[in-house]
Structure formats: structure tokens, C-alpha cells
């Protein structure tokens, strides 16, 4: 993607680089100044007024997501570079920019197979109580294009809602144990009664409803 400089203060692109803004962690940052609004800007490349370099809060990311914990990924940091990051700001940093990749992301129009499932992942949170997180991945490329974050058990309204998003199937695996069928069955009744109340008569009428509007 093309980085268009703008000015931050007015969004005109009449400017002319005039020195630069020295930084404790991230070294000299080209100012500019801008001829329409006569101010000074720093271009903004994603990591505006963060105190760290680019590369750091990069390796934070890429380490906390391939599966090191945010007091590891610090400990890393202490032990090879220069200035160290609480885990809390670790996670921060990956919060902040899981939101700007999801900005990006929604703007995409992958090409799928148009075949989906559903599948969940059960996490513990209290005794007697776990959530379920669930992604609806595309069959053919993989490509994740729904998740949802359930605080209470599987049921038919998790289930309908992924329907609605595009899955043709839906696993339940983690509810089985002493009292699957009846977990089956109920899901299974309440996606007929749901059908039946909003003039469904099969369940591929129901596939990727919720994107059609």
C-alpha cells in the first residue's frame, strides 16, 4: 500500500520536508511543513507517537501470536535489545494493532470456495462456566471471514448466528460427554423452530443470509 503523506492538521498534501524530531527509542523522524496551514508534521506510518521502534513493537507482536506468553516475549526483550517493555504494554501493543489490521482486513474481498465450517474452541473462565470462541473458516482457502466470542455454552442462537454469517456446518465437539444427545437435540429443534418462524423451509436458505443485507 502507497503511503500518502498528509498533513495531520488539515489532510493537505502541499508540504516540504523541513528537519527532523529527535526520539529517545526511535531515532530522527522527518518533520514537515505544511504551506497551507503553516505547521509542522511527522508522517503518520501506523506507529505515530509510539516510543518505540518499529521493529520492537513488530517482534512484540509476531512473538505474543506465535504462542509465547507477554511476560516471555519481555523477558526476550530484556535479555537481547537495548530498552525493555512491561508485558502489559506488550499487550497493549498487540490490542491496538489487531484493531488496525481488522480496519484493513473488512476492505478485502478474498476469493472463497463458497463452502464453510464452523468450528469453537472452549475456554476455561469459572467454575461450572466456560466461554466458546468460534471461527467460520472458508473450506477451500482457509480464510477466516466471522468469529464470535460466546459467554455462555453452545447453543441453537451460536449456532443460527454462524449459519446466518455462511457456515454449511457447525461442530459441536466440545459438548460431547454424558449428555450430548440432548445438547444435539436441543440445537438441533431450535434451528428447526427458528427455520419454521422465519420461512425457511431448508437450512442452505439460511447460508450467508445475514450478508446479503
Request: overall charge positive; charged content about 30%.
Amino acid at each position: 500500500m502507497e503511503n500518502v503523506i498528509k498533513c495531520l492538521h488539515c489532510g493537505k498534501s502541499n508540504y516540504k520536508k523541513k528537519g527532523f524530531r529527535k526520539t529517545q527509542n526511535r531515532g530522527k523522524i522527518q518533520k514537515f511543513y505544511c504551506f497551507e496551514c503553516h505547521r509542522y508534521f511527522t508522517n503518520d506510518e501506523g506507529f505515530y507517537r509510539m516510543r518505540n521502534s518499529e521493529n520492537k513493537i513488530t517482534s512484540a507482536i509476531d512473538l505474543y501470536f506465535s504462542n509465547l506468553s507477554s511476560r516471555k516475549v519481555r523477558n526476550h526483550f530484556r535479555r537481547h535489545w537495548e530498552h525493555n517493555a512491561s508485558h502489559e504494554t506488550i499487550l497493549n501493543w498487540c490490542r491496538k494493532y489487531v484493531l488496525k489490521v481488522t480496519k484493513y482486513t473488512e476492505t478485502l474481498q478474498p476469493q472463497l470456495s463458497g463452502q464453510f465450517y464452523a468450528d469453537e474452541t472452549e475456554i476455561d473462565r469459572e467454575k461450572d462456566r466456560n466461554d466458546i470462541f468460534w471461527c467460520n473458516v472458508d473450506w477451500g482457502t482457509r480464510y477466516i471471514n466471522a468469529t464470535l466470542y460466546s459467554p455462555h455454552s453452545q447453543n441453537m442462537e451460536d449456532a443460527v448466528e454462524f449459519i446466518l454469517a455462511g457456515a454449511s456446518a457447525v461442530q459441536l465437539g466440545s459438548v460431547v460427554g454424558d449428555n450430548w444427545l440432548s445438547v444435539f437435540g436441543d440445537i438441533n429443534n431450535g434451528i428447526m423452530k427458528y427455520m419454521e418462524k422465519k420461512g425457511f423451509s431448508k437450512i442452505e436458505e439460511m447460508i450467508g443470509r445475514a450478508k446479503r443485507f
